[in-house]
């Protein structure tokens, strides 16, 4: 299992973007959440993730929210 912070999120469409611990960056789709809202995620919140590939790079799947941001 992958881990990282969140880059970038993209509320009004429903995806972000995940800075990996190996230095990629991942995109995620809220549909891949596990066990948290979308709604309730803030850019600097830790994760765990898999990596697969998506249609354009890199894509996370059973995306677990680990740690919230600091501050």
């Known amino acids: 299992?992958?881990?990282g912070k969140i880059k970038r999120l993209m509320?009004?469409?429903g995806f972000g973007f995940i800075?990996?611990?190996d230095g990629r960056e991942v995109f995620f789709h809220r549909s891949e959440l596990q066990d948290a809202e979308f709604e309730d995620?803030?850019?600097g919140d830790n994760l765990e993730f898999e990596v697969t590939q998506g249609k354009?790079?890199?894509q996370a799947?059973?995306?677990k929210?680990?740690?919230e941001?600091?501050?």
């Open 1 to 3: 299992m992958a881990s």
């Open 11 to 13: 509320r009004d469409r």
């Open 19 to 21: 800075s990996a611990m």
């Open 41 to 43: 995620l803030k850019e």
């Open 56 to 58: 354009k790079g890199p």
């Open 61 to 63: 799947v059973n995306v």
């Open 65 to 67: 929210r680990v740690g």
């Open 69 to 71: 941001a600091e501050g």
